[in-house]
């Protein structure tokens, strides 16, 4: 089923990309029309997520929109979390540096229309900010689920979690298994020291920056030493700039 879908997907974006016609009787590109958004003709804006889901529905309306419907349809921008779309779509300029300024004081003409699969998890806590920056008429509006749930959740590789059962008669798959009080469960996994640390994001571009979301954590764990607290504002203390290590792991 995932090798399927990610043929069709991959059908989709070639289709899209060279403005070939996906479906019998579409309407060709030279009638597309453009919409015309305060007093401006601009095509609709997607602005599209990095994660396979959200770029085959993205696709979908694509292909729906301007094949059926007879609209030119855009990829606005793209966002590597929810939130991003949100601000996005609310003008700000710089969605991407949601966690830290997007700079909604900074509004753009709008060039984002939708976005599709926003997991509602993930901005809750952005939806009272965002609309303190933009005010109600330019919030975005939720428009319903996409037709399916999705799930999130930590994977553990079959050989640490056979190893570890065999051995220690550890359930790697229960919380309590990873309490290093009791169990020691290093030697199923590698060290964080051994990624390469170019390889991943600055603690800085993240919401370990966000100081709302790190006085939170404050005010309910005392954890003073897994955070600094300077002139601009309350963060996590990371380690080499990219990891933040829980107290067991200090």
Not at 202 to 208: A, D
Request: charged share 20%.
């Amino acid at each position: 089923m995932l090798q399927i879908k990610r043929q069709f997907l991959s059908l989709l974006l070639v289709a899209a990309a060279y403005k070939q016609a996906c479906l019998p009787d579409a309407v060709t590109p030279d009638a597309w029309k453009n919409i015309e958004v305060a007093g401006r003709s601009r095509p609709i804006g997607i602005w599209q997520y990095s994660w396979p889901s959200s770029q085959l529905l993205s696709s979908l309306y694509h292909t729906l929109v301007s094949e059926v419907l007879g609209f030119n349809v855009s990829y606005s921008g793209l966002g590597t979390s929810s939130a991003t779309g949100l601000y996005a779509l609310a003008g700000c300029a710089d969605p991407a540096n949601y966690h830290t300024d997007a700079k909604c004081n900074e509004r753009t003409n709008g060039e984002h229309d939708l976005a599709f699969e926003i997991w509602k998890v993930s901005i809750a806590d952005r939806l009272k900010e965002l609309q303190s920056f933009v005010g109600d008429d330019s919030m975005p509006v939720m428009l319903g689920d996409c037709g399916y749930t999705g799930v999130e959740t930590i994977f553990v590789l079959k050989h640490a979690f056979s190893q570890a059962y065999q051995q220690q008669g550890l359930s790697l798959d229960f919380y309590r298994s990873y309490d290093p009080a009791w169990k020691d469960t290093s030697p199923y996994f590698g060290s964080w020291t051994e990624i390469d640390i170019s390889e991943l994001r600055p603690c800085s571009e993240t919401l370990l920056f966000n100081h709302d979301d790190i006085a939170n954590y404050l005010k309910f764990t005392s954890d003073y030493e897994g955070i600094q607290d300077e002139p601009g504002g309350m963060h996590a203390r990371c380690w080499n700039q990219a990891w933040w290590l829980s107290p067991a792991c200090r």
